[in-house]
């Protein structure tokens, strides 16, 4: 139904923010605009600059 997408819009906008601020920066599941794809790459970045 629109009107549940709506509240679930509605809701993620209010939400988001909250929870976002209690992650760390080194956090990447399941955040905006943060992949898996950049956390492999951070890996390898620290790997290859002699970070164990």
């Given at each position: 139904?629109?009107a549940?997408r709506?509240?679930?819009?509605?809701?993620?906008l209010v939400?988001?923010?909250?929870?976002e601020?209690?992650f760390?920066?080194?956090?990447y599941?399941?955040?905006?605009k943060?992949?898996?794809?950049d956390?492999?790459?951070e890996?390898?970045?620290y790997?290859?600059h002699?970070?164990?």
């Amino acid at each position: 139904m629109i009107a549940d997408r709506i509240v679930q819009a509605a809701l993620k906008l209010v939400l988001e923010p909250i929870f976002e601020a209690d992650f760390k920066p080194v956090s990447y599941g399941f955040r905006p605009k943060r992949r898996a794809q950049d956390a492999i790459a951070e890996i390898h970045f620290y790997g290859t600059h002699g970070y164990r």
